[in-house]
C-alpha cells in the first residue's frame, strides 16, 4: 500500500508536468510563428508606407524600386521590428489569455486586440524616447498608424488560431492514448 500510493502520486505528477510542459511548447510555437508573420508584414508596411510618402514629395518610384526596397527593409529592419514585436507580444498575449478566461468564446478576438494595442502603445513609447521625430517613420500619422497595427493583429489572430488548433491536436492525440492503454489494460482489441 505505501508503494503504491506514492507511485500514483508520482504518476499524476508526472502527467501534469508533461501536460504544462505540452502547453508551453504549444504556446511558444505559436507566439513565434505569429511573431514572425507580424515582422514580415509590419515590415512591407512600412517600406511601402514610406516609399507612398516619398513619391508624395517628388519622384516616381518604379516597381523594381519598390520591390528592391521592401527586401532591403526585410533585411535591416525586420531585426529592430522583431525585438518591438517580441517585447509587445510578451507583454499582450498574456493579457489577452487572463481576459479569455473570462470570454472563452472570443480568445482570438482578444489576442487581436491585445496584438494591436499592445503596438500601438509600443509605437507611442519608441516615438517619444526617440532621439528623431520618429523611431519607425510610417507611425508619424494616424493613418500610418493604424495601418501599422494590422501587424499586431495579424499576429494575435495568428497566435490565437495556431494555439487553439495545435490543443485540439494533442487533445485528441492523449485521448486516443489513453484510449488505447485502457483497451490494453483491460485486453480488449483497440481500432
Known amino acids: 500500500m505505501h508503494v503504491t500510493m506514492p507511485l ?22 505559436a507566439f513565434l510563428l505569429a ?12 517600406s511601402q508606407l514610406n516609399l507612398v510618402a516619398i513619391s508624395a514629395i517628388g519622384p516616381a518610384i518604379t516597381w523594381q524600386q519598390r520591390i528592391d526596397t521592401t527586401l532591403h527593409d ?4 525586420s531585426p529592430l521590428f522583431a525585438l518591438v514585436v517580441l517585447l509587445t507580444f510578451a507583454l499582450a498575449l498574456p493579457c489577452a489569455h487572463f481576459v479569455a478566461r ?26 517619444n524616447l526617440a532621439p528623431m521625430p520618429t523611431l519607425i517613420a510610417a507611425t508619424r500619422g494616424g493613418i ?18 495556431l ?29
Not at 74 to 77: A, D, G, K, R, V
Open 144 to 161: 500610418g498608424t493604424l495601418i501599422m497595427l494590422l501587424p499586431g493583429i495579424l499576429g494575435g489572430y495568428v497566435y490565437a488560431r
Open 35 to 46: 511573431s514572425l508573420a507580424s515582422v514580415v508584414l509590419g515590415s512591407v508596411l512600412q
Open 74 to 77: 526585410l533585411i535591416h529592419f
Open 102 to 127: 473570462y470570454q472563452k468564446r472570443q480568445f482570438a478576438s482578444w489576442c487581436m486586440v491585445a496584438g494591436a494595442v499592445g503596438l500601438w502603445v509600443a509605437y507611442q513609447v519608441l516615438n
Open 163 to 191: 494555439t487553439r488548433s495545435i490543443h485540439k491536436i494533442t487533445r485528441s492525440q492523449s485521448a486516443r492514448k489513453k484510449a488505447s492503454s485502457s483497451a490494453s489494460e483491460q485486453g480488449t482489441p483497440h481500432a
Open 8 to 29: 500514483t502520486l508520482v504518476t499524476e505528477l508526472t502527467k501534469e508536468i508533461m501536460s504544462t510542459l505540452r502547453t508551453v511548447r504549444i504556446r511558444t510555437a
